[in-house]
């Protein structure tokens, strides 16, 4: 089997095949490839049996020229140093591309959750929150939900923040549940996005996404809300997928019974709508118009790539293709339109949030929701510009032209020091 690709590797190749568009010095590229600091802790946490629990953590902050360090925080047995450096600095590239004044960050602890009891995550989570206060602020680097995260885990931090400070800064942490602070359409905002570019991209190419046959690997927070929000476009979910595996109906898949299914047994198998269940693998090589990656990094690889059968991916999740596999789907014409732009809703609400947050006024769901629509909508109109504007391969190197141009032009206005 090929060696799994380092996505922190795979970040800085995407940079570099932009940069050869661009006008900018190998030095200022250079800079934009590597990230301002790393925190790197071990976190003592008393278990609930009387037990030291150790944990690694991280926190990257990648770059701040556009404004403070933001990204979320994930919970997964394999977060490393070179994960949560590649997804700060991805952090960057999509605040830049949809014109949010926020750099870039990205944080998670070495941890599968569903070994510990709530009352153990909280104490890791305020654990980690105690070590993340130097660093945190809402003025200076702001966390967020990512994989195996949410409104809950988002409230310690902020409380535990706000007690260690003693102040109210609700906007130091955002995806927070509405009664603490959170905003209205948060939640959604990450499928939001992925089906507002689908449908963006698909009247691009001259089809309708109302049309489109769908596959959707992950069925968590990005990938159920993408996949019930394309099915209210009119489009047919064939397949979803999860951890445990695939499921599949021709006729589509009913997005919230299935999430019914999910939330009841904690998996999409053994959904009885579905007609078939595969591996999820077998997901992401199905006959449909759009492929939807809302999983985790290194979804595709260079030989999936090759069996590939849908005409359209929008990625949902954070690197889901290595860069073999970019170069393969280039090759064989299948438009990729990328994560920083596709997830991009996320951080867009979350900056709405911040925004709700400095001003103690709140947006309704109705605002959000047209907000986010305007900042997409103008963002890939900025994206397919480039793309005609530059004899670029493919939408990804487009998206990261824009980007790069952004902070670039951020940092050199904003001067050197010293
Ligand atoms: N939450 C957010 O606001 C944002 C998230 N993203 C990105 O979206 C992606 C998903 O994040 P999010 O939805 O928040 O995370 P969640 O933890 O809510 O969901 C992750 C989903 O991926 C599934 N999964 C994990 N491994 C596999 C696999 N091998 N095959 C199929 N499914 C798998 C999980 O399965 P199971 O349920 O069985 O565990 C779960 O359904 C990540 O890349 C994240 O960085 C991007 C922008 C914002
Ligand atoms: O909401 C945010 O600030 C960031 C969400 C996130 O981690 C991401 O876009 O990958």
Redesign the pocket.
């Known amino acids: 089997m090929a060696e799994e690709a380092n996505p922190f590797e795979s970040l800085q190749e995407q940079v570099d095949d932009a940069a050869a568009y661009l006008d900018v010095s190998e030095d200022v590229i250079d800079r934009l490839k590597h990230p301002q600091r790393v925190l790197e802790t071990n976190l003592s946490v008393e278990l609930d049996d009387g037990s030291l629990g150790r944990f690694r953590a991280f926190r990257s902050q990648f770059n701040g020229d556009r404004g403070p360090y933001k990204g ?1 925080i ?1 919970y997964h047995p394999n977060v490393s140093r070179d994960e949560v450096k590649a ?1 700060s600095g991805w952090m960057v590239y999509k605040s830049a591309i949809v014109g949010i004044p926020y750099g870039g960050g990205k944080g998670g602890i070495v941890i599968d959750p569903r070994e510990y009891s709530e009352a153990e995550l909280e104490r890791i989570t305020r654990a980690f929150a105690t070590e993340l206060r130097p660093l945190i602020g809402e003025d200076r680097d702001i966390p ?5 995260t ?1 409104q809950r885990e988002m409230n310690w931090l902020k409380d535990t923040y706000e007690t260690l400070e003693n102040t109210t800064a609700p906007g130091v942490v955002t ?1 927070k549940a509405i009664e603490s602070g959170g905003s209205a359409g948060r939640v959604e ?2 499928g939001r996005s992925t089906m507002l570019t689908a449908r963006e991209a698909f009247s691009y190419l001259g089809r309708d996404v109302s049309e489109a046959t769908v596959a959707v ?8 809300i993408a996949a019930n929000l394309l099915e209210e476009q009119g489009a047919t979910i064939t397949a979803v ?4 595996g ?1 499921i599949h109906s021709e006729s589509g898949l009913d997005t919230q019974a299935v999430r019914n299914h ?1 939330d009841e047994t ?2 999409v198998a053994g959904y009885e709508g579905a007609a078939e269940e595969f591996s ?1 693998e077998e997901l992401l090589t199905l006959d449909v118009d759009l492929l939807v990656p ?4 290194n ?1 595709i690889d260079e030989e999936l790539a090759r069996e590939v059968e849908a005409d359209v991916i929008v990625e ?5 293709l290595t860069p073999d596999a970019d170069d393969v789907l280039t090759e064989r014409e299948v438009d990729v339109f990328p ?1 920083i732009l596709a ?5 867009t609400v979350s900056y709405f949030e911040w925004v709700q947050n400095r001003q103690r006024f709140y947006w309704d769901e109705q605002r959000v929701n047209d907000e986010l629509e305007e900042v997409i909508v103008t963002a890939f109109e900025d994206l397919t510009d480039a793309y005609e504007e530059h004899d670029v391969p493919n939408f990804r190197t487009a998206a990261y032209v824009v980007a790069i141009d952004r902070v670039v032009r951020a940092f050199e206005e904003g001067g050197t020091f010293p």
């Open positions: 979320g994930r997804l967020a939900p990512d994989v195996n949410g995806g905002a990450t690997q992950g069925y968590g927070n990005a990938g159920w997928s999860d951890s445990s695939a999910k904690g998996s999820g809302a999983a985790l990094e979804a949902a999740a954070n690197g889901p994560d997830n991009a809703g996320g951080v």
